[in-house]
């Protein structure tokens, strides 16, 4: 509420939890009454009085709440905001079920997106069945519809509704006001982006992409990093406060090794950078020779301690090794424009001797065989953690315990995100039981893990050259400009577009049908890399909505309006919504913030995909049947109708703002 003077809000405030604080004595003294031998009548009336109290007790909580964060500013700070439409619907039936059911705690409010059907409204509420279960449990009886009718008349005037009506056995369907989606649609026109809906900020570390060094960055990785960057975009367009942390895989025994065979091939790598072209081969070699030859193995143990102890020399072989790889990575996320800061696992190696330290006295850790472990749960159920290894090495599960604490207590994370394949999901559950066992988390802290299926080849197969080798990044990348560049072709787009739109057009269609085809499927499920399905033209493609975007953008400039005389007729003339198909490509529109919101929870980004491909869908339906600019026989323009321009003109903003989340770039001549 800016401008508003508060003081009244935080004299309200004050006064509820005054209140709230009267409640709980009352409530103390209930549940003290209820040890005592009273009889069970008086007592039977003292537990209804206690649940009648809870939920006044609740909803001033929530009133303190709410009033606290107007007063604080910490809610929504932007007046222009897009609205959450579900949330908006399920704080208005929530008081109003509150107000029609007082005696019911925490009654359900359920508020879901209309069927098909214009028919039986826009949304609906769905509570009245679950209420008139919980009415008989309190032996009251009434009918649902009954129930509908009775929350409907509690029901406050809303600027989003038009109108309730209650249907079937008690649905209430509600119906949404034209006026509130000219006003939202024309703020989009007027400012020429989408103002992000309102979120409380938080502090979230996305761990994401984290390739292995001398290991190849495959397509695994690849996913890891697309719908890594993709989230933080998400959040960061919410207002979220996000640090991406790339936790690449530079630590461990096997850098021992690297080493040793780094100084016998490259004795004078102190002063002369050593050529190594291919980490893998590298790899392989002193492999070998760690295999075979004993006398190397105990020097690449030495290695490894001298490591550990940051010993200048080998810090400086290992730095060498790890450019390498650094170098490859690197131009990956040029090319598909990834911004992380590295933090490997070498980062925590202080860290990790530390919280070793702790949690042994702290008692978290038992002997197990030489190892020291670490429950989730009570000892002997599920899988520990390793957290020392009987030689006394650190492992993966230690650099993750170190690098929770580190996120929490010093980057003071509230929420941590990490990206990786489905099969780690059971390494991130027990990391999350131990770091709440050990108090590292509390419940003021979230964490998820993003998992995501294999990619497999068009075989159906693990995704492999033909040869059986991990497929090369930057030669996939290279493949898709290829494909792109021949789909324009095709297309005979090189004919109109000049060299630099071409190129262009071809970089943001290769990378942009990765990304896409990546993003657009269930993250949950494996998913099948192919270049001639994600290069189609028709369907949910990037391809497609690249395409579409531009023939939006290029109604408008056909009939020579350009965006400033777009976003100046916003300010007098309304968005036309009052064709039938205006009015549906509208609604779907206005499902962007709950999109997002929902996109917070679940972190499942093909909603965002589906919703893209559903406003297309929308806008084509309503292209083909009203006229935005009307031509006479000879093709010249008689009338523009600028209303239903601004209606195009928001599709396209829309549209464009959901390429930027999913990494896409879209381009204005295709
Ligand atoms: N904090 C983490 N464990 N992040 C994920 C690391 C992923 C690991 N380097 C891998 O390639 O599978």
């Known amino acids: 509420m800016p401008g508003s003077n508060l003081e009244p809000f935080q004299q309200r405030a004050a006064a509820a939890e005054l209140e709230i604080v009267k409640l709980k004595e009352e409530i103390k003294l209930l549940q003290g009454f209820s040890n005592s031998n009273i009889d069970n009548e008086e007592l039977e009336k003292l537990q209804t009085e206690n649940v009648k109290l809870k939920h006044r007790l609740a909803i001033l909580k929530r009133a303190v709440e709410s009033e606290k964060s107007i007063a604080s500013g910490s809610s929504c700070q932007n007046p222009t905001a897009m609205l959450s439409i579900i949330e908006t619907l399920y704080n208005l039936f929530e008081k109003a079920i509150g107000n029609a059911y007082p005696n019911l705690v925490d ?8 069927g098909n059907d214009p028919k039986f409204g826009d949304y609906q509420c769905n509570s009245a069945l679950p209420l008139a279960k919980l009415l008989r449990a309190q032996g009251v009886k009434a009918s649902p519809r009954d129930i509908a009718n009775n929350i409907v008349s509690s029901v406050k005037q809303s600027p989003l509704v038009e109108k309730l009506e209650v249907a079937g056995v008690g649905f209430i369907n509600i119906f949404l006001k034209r006026d509130f989606a000219i006003s939202t649609l024309a703020t989009l026109v007027t400012t020429g982006h989408v103002p992000p809906p309102c979120t409380k900020r938080q502090r979230v570390v996305v761990d994401f992409s984290s390739p292995n060094i001398a290991k190849e960055m495959h397509v695994g990785h690849l996913r890891s990093t697309i719908i890594g960057d993709s989230i933080s975009r998400l959040l960061e367009y919410l207002g979220h406060d996000v640090l991406r942390l790339n936790h690449i895989g530079d630590w461990g025994t096997q850098f021992g090794m690297l080493v040793a065979h780094l100084q016998d091939r490259f004795p004078d790598y102190l002063t002369v950078s050593p050529p190594i072209s291919d980490l893998q081969e590298f790899y392989k070699e002193s492999k070998e020779r760690f295999d075979k030859d004993s006398e190397f193995k105990k020097r690449a143990y030495e290695c490894v301690v001298k490591l550990q102890s940051f010993h200048p020399e080998v810090t400086k072989a290992w730095e060498m090794i790890c450019d390498v790889s650094r170098k490859e990575i690197q131009q990956v996320y040029d090319r598909l424009d990834i911004k992380l800061i590295e933090r ?30 670490m429950w989730g749960n009570e000892p002997g159920n599920g899988i520990p953690l390793t957290i ?13 315990m170190a690098a929770i604490k580190q996120r929490i207590e010093e980057e003071k ?24 066992r050990a108090e590292i988390l509390t419940n003021k802290h979230r964490m998820d893990h993003v998992g995501f299926g294999v990619v497999l080849g068009e075989d159906k197969k693990k995704f492999k050259t033909r040869s059986g080798d991990t497929v090369k990044l930057t030669e996939l990348l290279d493949e898709g400009l290829k494909r792109a560049l021949d789909k324009l072709k095709e297309k005979e787009r090189d004919k109109v577009l000049t060299e630099e739109e ?14 896409y085809a990546d993003l657009s499927h269930n993250r949950n499920h494996e998913y099948v890399f192919s270049f001639d399905k994600m290069l189609e033209d028709k369907g ?26 777009l976003r100046a007729a916003a300010a007098t003339t309304s968005v036309s919504l009052s064709h039938e198909k205006e009015w549906k490509l509208a609604k779907v529109l206005l499902k962007f913030p709950d999109v997002l919101l929902k996109i917070t929870k679940d972190l499942c980004l093909h909603q965002l995909c589906e919703l893209c491909y559903e406003i297309s869908t929308a806008f084509t339906e309503f292209y083909d049947n009203c006229w935005c600019v ?35 770039k879209p381009v204005s001549k295709m």
């Open 344 to 373: 490997g696992e070498s980062f925590y190696q202080s860290r990790m001797e530390k919280i070793v330290k702790e949690l042994e006295a702290q008692g978290y850790l038992d002997e197990d065989d030489g190892r020291k472990i």
């Open 502 to 515: 071409l190129l262009v057009a071809q970089e943001s269609i290769a990378y942009g049908c990765i990304k």
């Open 413 to 436: 994370a509230d929420w941590l995100i990490y990206v990786t394949d489905a099969g780690q999901a059971v390494h991130f559950q027990i990391i999350e039981k131990c770091a709440r």
């Open 540 to 565: 949910n493609t990037a391809v497609y909505l690249l395409y579409a975007l531009t023939r939006i953008r290029s109604i408008a400039r056909n009939a020579n309006v350009t965006r400033e005389q």
């Open 107 to 114: 009654p359900p409010v359920i508020i879901a997106l209309g």
């Open 388 to 400: 020392v290894k009987s030689d006394g090495g650190f492992t993966y599960d230690t650099s993750d």
């Open 630 to 664: 009307e031509k006479n026989q000879f093709g010249e323009i008689v009338k523009v109708n600028i209303d239903r321009l601004l209606l195009t003109e928001a599709t396209a903003i829309i549209m464009e703002q959901i390429f930027l989340l999913l990494g896409l």
